[in-house]
Each structure stands twice: as C-alpha cells, then as structure tokens.
T-cell receptor
Framework: EPEVTQTPSHQVTQMGQEVILRCVPISNHLYFYWYRQILGQKVEFLVSFYNNEISEKSEIFDDQFSVERPDGSNFTLKIRSTKLEDSAMYFC???????????????FGPGTRLTVL | QKEVEQNSGPLSVPEGAIASLNCTYSDRGSQSFFWYRQYSGKSPELIMFIYSNGDKEDGRFTAQLNKASQYVSLLIRDSQPSDSATYLCAVSQGGSEKLVFGKGTKLTVNP
C-alpha cells in the first residue's frame, strides 16, 4: 500500500541553525501539507502546497519557514533559523486525485521529531 | 477562529465495552469529517471519514454526523486493549482544504 515517507525520523539542531525536513508524498497525489504537533498539544496546520505553489499557510508559517518541491517526488520544509519553540513533531501529509476519483482524505507520514537545543 | 473541541479524557472502558468519543466544531462550512487514531509518538492514522448526516459503519467503528448540531461522534464496539490510543477528530471544508484538529481524547481499554 502506498505511503508517505519522511526523513529524518529525528533531527537535533542548535538554536539558530537551518534545518530541512524531507517528505515523499504518495506518488499520484497532487496536494501536500505540513503540520506540526508540539508535545502534548494538538496537531496544527502549517502550509498546503499544490502545483508548485503555496495554497494556504497558517500564521505559524512565518518568514522563517519555506517549502519546496525540488523534484518529482520530494517535498521539503525548511526552517531558516530554528528557535527553541520550533521543537515539535512535523508531519507531512498528502491527498488528491487517485485514479480520477477525487479524495480529500489526507494520509500522514510517520513524522520527524525536531529538537532544538 | 475555527475550533474543534473534544473531551480530552482520559476515557477508560473495560475490554468488550462500547467506547463513545465526541467532537463539536464551530465552522458551519465544514464538509468533511475525519477520525484519526494516534499512538504515543506516532503519526495520525485514519480510522474513518464521514461526509453526510447520519451513521457510517466500518467493522467495529461507527461514525455519526449531525451537521445541524455541529457534532461528530465515533463509537467503538467490542473495545480491545489495542484500541488504547488518542483519538483525533479533524474537520475540513473539503477537497484540498486544511484539516483542523481537536486536541484528542485519550482512550484506555482495560483487559
């Protein structure tokens, strides 16, 4: 069964450093998302991406964040200068057209745990 | 601000019992409703989705939607210890729109 994959599973970084989190969405999906979950809190939407453009972003997704689809399979989230409060689980998700039938169910990757020291 | 509210629990039921999980949402434009299960330290895993008012059954799980009351629920019949997890209610306006999650209800099924 197709699945969303994410690397790395755990990233430790120093405050102020740049990190890139990587995702490979399900291959025939067209819409991609990043969410984050701070420990003990709810899953929060960061950004959605379609046709090489950001569709929507939350107020969390400020100028320190960027997303990119550098090739036909990867989808990345970059945090330019990490802060302590960026420590969280980051989940990638995808959905879209599957065999011509539209589906809006979002499937989540296993997540990257980001720890900022 | 679009909100999704869930009773955080914990909800504790004995093995074999019915577990009932509830969710309310504030955005009347919501079209799609999802229940995800999340084990500690893991990602959300889809359990069910529902789009229309009424009940939808899938095995031991039944989702119920009442758009007039802005209320979604999930019933788990014959609860098993492996069902012990946090259950997340998520709502969207449909299609490629973002999911808005509740904080989740932690369910413990006691053997």
């Amino acid at each position: 069964e197709p699945e969303v994959t994410q690397t790395p599973s755990h990233q430790v970084t120093q405050m102020g450093q740049e990190v890139i989190l990587r995702c490979v969405p399900i291959s025939n999906h067209l819409y991609f998302y990043w969410y984050r979950q701070i420990l003990g809190q709810k899953v929060e939407f960061l950004v959605s991406f379609y046709n090489n453009e950001i569709s929507e972003k939350s107020e969390i997704f400020d100028d320190q964040f960027s997303v990119e689809r550098p090739d036909g399979s990867n989808f990345t989230l970059k945090i330019r200068s990490t802060k302590l409060e960026d420590s969280a689980m980051y989940f990638c998700a995808s959905n879209g057209l599957a065999g011509g039938t539209s589906t809006d169910t979002q499937y989540f990757g296993p997540g990257t745990r980001l720890t900022v020291l | 601000q679009k909100e999704v509210e869930q009773n955080s629990g914990p909800l504790s039921v004995p093995e074999g019992a019915i577990a009932s999980l509830n969710c309310t949402y504030s955005d009347r434009g919501s079209q799609s409703f999802f229940w995800y299960r999340q084990y500690s330290g893991k990602s959300p895993e889809l359990i069910m989705f529902i789009y229309s008012n009424g009940d939808k059954e899938d095995g031991r799980f039944t989702a119920q939607l009442n758009k007039a009351s802005q209320y979604v629920s999930l019933l788990i019949r014959d609860s098993q210890p492996s069902d012990s997890a946090t259950y997340l209610c998520a709502v969207s306006q449909g299609g490629s729109e973002k999911l808005v999650f509740g904080k989740g209800t932690k369910l413990t099924v006691n053997p």
